[in-house]
């Protein structure tokens, strides 16, 4: 940790912390996340929710937070939960890509990146706690114009979509 740290206010979820002259936040108890790239008979699995930050409804991967149910909680195990609470769908398999972070310059989140493989549908999906979240499966050749026609109805669109959206962009 670095001497010049500075914690400047600590909230339930997110701490903001001064370090010489950069500023930055970062979860509080450096919760971290996993992201879920996820087919299901050629189709992308999308899910789309409110985000109070950007006002709007978004259009990103499932994804949910590691540890914040405790010390038992690891990539797998949150992965699995969120996919299935998001999406309705249980991965067979779970495959660890690798760590990533968000936005380095101002967050210190981290996110570690999982491909979910042999989906079953086993509910409705939807989230928790009147998440509000919609599943979409998109077939992989129409992600560009699925985001697209999003984008036109205002909905926000998080950058790790790209992820699935790469192939449509190169030249």
Request: proline fraction near 5%.
């Amino acid at each position: 940790m670095s001497p010049t740290r500075e914690v400047k206010w600590r909230g339930k979820y997110v701490t903001a912390i001064k370090d010489g002259r950069w500023e930055y936040v970062e979860r509080t108890g450096r919760v971290t996340a996993a992201v879920i790239l996820a087919e299901y008979e050629g189709q992308v699995v999308l899910v789309e929710q409110p985000r109070v930050p950007t006002g709007r409804r978004c259009l990103e991967l499932p994804a949910g937070l590691i540890g914040d149910l405790g010390e038992s909680d690891d990539v797998e195990t949150a992965a699995r939960r969120e996919l299935e609470e998001e999406t309705g769908f249980r991965a067979e398999r779970i495959e660890l890509l690798g760590e990533f972070y968000s936005a380095p310059g101002i967050l210190a989140e981290s996110f570690t990146l999982v491909r979910a493989s042999g989906l079953t549908r086993v509910g409705p999906g939807g989230g928790v706690d009147g998440e509000d979240i919609v599943t979409h499966l998109v077939p992989r050749n129409e992600i560009a114009a699925f985001v697209a026609a999003k984008r036109a109805e205002g909905v926000g669109v998080d950058a790790k979509v790209l992820l699935v959206l790469a192939a449509s962009l190169a030249p």
